[in-house]
């Protein structure tokens, strides 16, 4: 990852011109969810999700508990959209100069980035996981939960890039906006924090001098 990366990491947002040359530097990076992970995080929810849905049909129908079957009904459907309809859980995302494709079940999802003109992003720093939303997003397409903590590049790197791509984005796009100012604001306290500050001078030090 370059300095200039680096640098815009801290502050929450890069010039459009240091992205695009830093994407085109390295060309097209294809970021691949890890294949154990998204079984668990994204397949056995969705299938579940789908399972659920029946059994809280044929539980309302016999009006078996029905406050909790209906709780079921809304979680599996709701989980079972995104996953199969909405295809909000990409498995592999490629990032280039030119474009974001994002792939999911056989669907391809390419964005152009020159059309790119917003994109909401929600993070989750600890687990580098971000729910963005392409151009303001849609019912069937545009609103994506990326883990990218979970996602690595073919040379085995973890999908860092990916996540500062993101948070760039959002700030080159809507600076002013309150989560990029939010950002702008704590990265300042870290490098604050990480200045070395000068040790106190005590009394018996001044006199010293003084003499």
Do not use: W
Not at 122 to 133: K, L, P, T
């Amino acid at each position: 990852m370059s300095d200039d990366r680096r640098r815009a990491g801290k502050d929450g947002q890069m010039a459009p011109a240091e992205g695009q040359a830093a994407s085109a530097a390295s060309g097209p990076v294809t970021f691949t969810y890890d294949p154990h992970r998204y079984r668990f995080d994204v397949m056995v929810p969705g299938v579940v999700g789908a399972i659920a849905i029946p059994v809280a049909l044929v539980m309302i129908a016999s009006r078996v508990l029905v406050p909790i079957a209906l709780l079921v009904l809304v979680v599996g459907v709701y989980t079972v959209f995104n996953t199969f309809v909405a295809k909000c859980y990409p498995r592999v995302v490629t990032l280039s100069d030119e474009a974001l494709t994002l792939e999911s079940f056989g669907r391809r999802d390419v964005y152009p980035i020159a059309e790119i003109i917003r994109m909401p992003v929600r993070e989750n720093g600890q687990v580098r996981s971000a729910y963005i939303r392409v151009n303001g997003g849609g019912i069937l397409r545009g609103r994506y939960f990326v883990g990218c903590g979970d996602m690595y590049t073919p040379d085995g790197e973890r999908g860092e890039a990916l996540y500062q791509f993101f948070l760039d984005t959002e700030a080159r796009l809507d600076p002013d906006n309150i989560r990029v100012r939010a950002r702008r604001a704590e990265a300042r306290k870290l490098e604050d924090a990480e200045k070395p500050t000068a040790a106190p001078t005590g009394r018996r030090h001044r006199r010293k001098k003084r003499h």
